[in-house]
């Protein structure tokens, strides 16, 4: 139980309580497994609703000690609003916002809009008791930190929504009062107004209308400028949420997006330089499920909205030159992933390992001895037959390093060969590359593959059959065995020899590429070692440290083809 984030433990009953931050005691998922005492001097608290600020008491349900201090409670999002077959706002919107901002997101459907890029040409509402039902399901078991609201579409459904909420209080409500699409198209009619206003809005942590709703919640109030915004904030503040946020998206004449928070105390003037983009469609759920996001994780409100805002602008950024759709209104990615995507479009769809076939790996010494550029040694690799280039630049600077590697990507792209980068994966992700390298000492495959994604190409060093198993389990698409002669490109490398590759080999689940001593003169008999599964050799010093790359390119390509490799 000893925990440093823990203010204390005291003992009461023979009972054990501990006394920790709400904050704390709500990232760690304590307010949903532990009964929150009232004790003296202590802020009482109801079991699953941390509110207010202080500090709480709580004991283990069951009344045993409390132990699993490891325990992290995933934060979660409930959106309660309306699908957009589109996929621009609403649900869908919500979703990619959560995940994008890496919390769950579960989903209450209140209606069904037939929606595009032009604008809403259906809408069906999902029958009030089907919303409730859904509500149950999700509230009663999956532990909801904080509730979003989108599109409610009937009286029945707000009214719905408040009584389930009453029954399963959660942590925060973020209310997204949405009434017309930015098209012009009406979700949710005048008649829900007077429910929202007497009912949903007093329970809100927030809410966040555009100019457009706050004016119609503020009975047709004209809001034109920031200081319409003040006011609209100020007065809706009266109606009994605990912050308001009146968003300036729609601002007339405004070069920058201005958005104002207030929270009953004070003014927060948001400000960021608006994006000249088509693609703004969905901003408004966005914005309002990433502040959910940040709330369940545990942020206080106006870092949390700050933080959606910057969410928001930034993907909006990405997203300028994304066509989808042709209405004057398109969607934007949240994931930031479908520009980079349709970039690498060139390549690549999945590892081949017959591409270890010539395996050719730069050395920036080398290049320098000999007066090469990086990009120059990658061409003349390319046209001598390389079937794959890694770039190995120990000692380049790291603007350098991108700038090089940037450009002999584009190269190898034009020739169908994949870029790998040795060591830095933070440098391949920045220009794309097609995967990395990396040794025992690097960063291990496995957390490699979870910054670089599923289909990226990882490589990794192998001496031994325990190191080959290894590659395999953390996600590796094939290793590097070596030295198998011996070499000055690296020092005290330790060499394997043949004998060493073929139990590798033999023991390895991946395809293996050959490395070190290897050139011309002995690439046959590496090859002829007879294992299905050695793929090619890798080759440094016997392409770089030569006067001519391409020759001798060339040259090792014609041994290797003869020696009848790759056929498995
Ligand atoms: N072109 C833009 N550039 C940057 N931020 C924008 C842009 N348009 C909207 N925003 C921001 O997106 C969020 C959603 O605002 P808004 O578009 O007004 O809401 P809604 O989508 O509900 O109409 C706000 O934070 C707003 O400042
Ligand atoms: C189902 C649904 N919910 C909300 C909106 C508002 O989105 P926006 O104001 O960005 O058009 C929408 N268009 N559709
Ligand atoms: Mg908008």
Known sequence: MASATFLSTLSLANKNYLLLTPTHAYAKGYTNNFRVSNLPSIVVRKEGSVRSQGFVAMQEKGGSTLSDDSRTKTPHVLTVAGSDSGAGAGIQADLKACAARRVYCSTVITALTAQNTVGVQGVSNVPEDFVAQQLKSVLSDMQVDVVKTGMLPSVGIVKTLCKTLREFPVHALVVDPVMVSTSGDVLAGPSILSTFLEELLPMADIITPNLKEASALLNGMQLETVDDMRSAARLLHNMGPKNVLVKGG???????????????HNFYELRSPRIRTRNTHGTGCSLASSIAAEVAKGYP???????????VETALDYSKEIDIGNGPQGPFDHLLRLKSHSQACHRQQTFDPSDL??????DSRMNKRWGRSIIDAVKAAIDGGATIIQLREKDAETKDFMESAKACLRICHLHGVPLLINDRVDVAIACDADGVHVGQSD???????????????IGVSCKTPEQAEQAWVDGADYIGCGGVYPTNTKENNITVGLNGLKTVCMASKLPVVAIGGIGVSNARAVMEICASNLKGVAVVSALFDRECVQTETRKLHEVLLGSNIGST
């Open 357 to 362: 076939f010539l395996y050719a790996v730069t």
């Open 301 to 311: 409100m106006l870092s949390a909205v700050k933080v959606a805002k910057r969410f």
């Open 443 to 457: 960063m291990p495959a496995r957390v490699a593959r979870t910054l670089l994604g599923p289909e990226k190409i």
């Open 250 to 264: 729609d601002l007339p004449d405004s070069s920058d997006a201005v958005d104002i928070l207030y929270n009953g």
